[in-house]
Antibody, heavy 119, light 112 residues
Framework: HLQLQESGPGLVKPSETLSLTCTVSGGSINSSSSYWGWIRQPPGKGLEWLGNIYFSGDTYYNPSLKSRVTISINTSKNQFSLKLASVTATDTAVYYC???????????WGQGTLVTVSS | QSVLTQPPSVSGAPGQRVTISCTGS?????????VHWYQQLPGTAPKLLIF???NRPSGVPDRFSGSKSGTSASLAITGLQAEDEADYFCQSYDNTLSGHVVFGGGTKLAVL
């Protein structure tokens, strides 16, 4: 049973870089059918896809955030990571790491971690 | 402004049938991309409910069903139960701007 767990700071200052890591257990991050992604949800609002990565390192980003988002993968640790640069209060959200089958629907979700952007 | 449009809220009494619509355009649902649905219970992460327009993951009751036609899709819930009270999101793929995953704004289902 695949499990994902987000980790990282819950508070980030404006203009700094948000960094989160997702640890995958119960399966290999080298799966040929899985893409590893990030989705966020501002408090009381809807879902926004940030991007995903394949085990080969190929990345796909939301065009609206592409200039600020970087997703990387560490296959030896079964982890992947998110960096979001130059954050503002509008980046305050619950961030979920997910696995997307063939880069499409998200079959497994982490529990989510709230990141607040505030000075 | 979400790329996929959902009604903000729907409601129904226990035992009734409700539907939630998801409307897209020629660059997503109308282009033939699949629609998927997620259920988010209060305080929890979303859970995949329907994938590939009509398919239920193992463990999802057959009270939940999906359909898609042209630029629109629907989620139907029959035999409504109190535990179905949740937020529901549709998701697809959009081929504009080099392509990306898109969501509907979400629909809050109230069981009266």
């Amino acid at each position: 049973h695949l499990q994902l767990q987000e980790s990282g700071p819950g508070l980030v200052k404006p203009s700094e870089t948000l960094s989160l890591t997702c640890t995958v257990s119960g399966g290999s991050i080298n799966s040929s059918s899985s893409y590893w992604g990030w989705i966020r949800q501002p408090p009381g609002k809807g879902l926004e896809w940030l991007g995903n990565i394949y085990f080969s390192g190929d990345t796909y980003y939301n065009p609206s955030l592409k200039s600020r988002v970087t997703i990387s993968i560490n296959t030896s640790k079964n982890q992947f990571s998110l960096k979001l640069a130059s954050v503002t209060a509008t980046d305050t959200a619950v961030y979920y790491c997910v696995t997307q089958l063939y880069g499409d629907h998200a079959t497994s979700w982490g529990q989510g971690t709230l990141v607040t952007v505030s000075s | 402004q979400s790329v996929l449009t959902q009604p903000p809220s729907v409601s129904g009494a226990p035992g009734q049938r409700v539907t939630i619509s998801c409307t897209g355009s020629s660059s997503n649902l109308g282009a033939g991309y699949d629609v998927h649905w997620y259920q988010q219970l209060p305080g929890t992460a979303p859970k995949l409910l329907i994938f590939g327009n009509i398919n239920r993951p193992s463990g999802v009751p057959d009270r939940f069903s999906g359909s898609k036609s042209g630029t629109s899709a629907s989620l139907a819930i029959t035999g409504l139960q109190a535990e179905d009270e949740a937020d529901y999101f549709c998701q697809s793929y959009d081929n504009t701007l080099s392509g990306h995953v898109v969501f509907g704004g979400g629909t809050k289902l109230a069981v009266l």
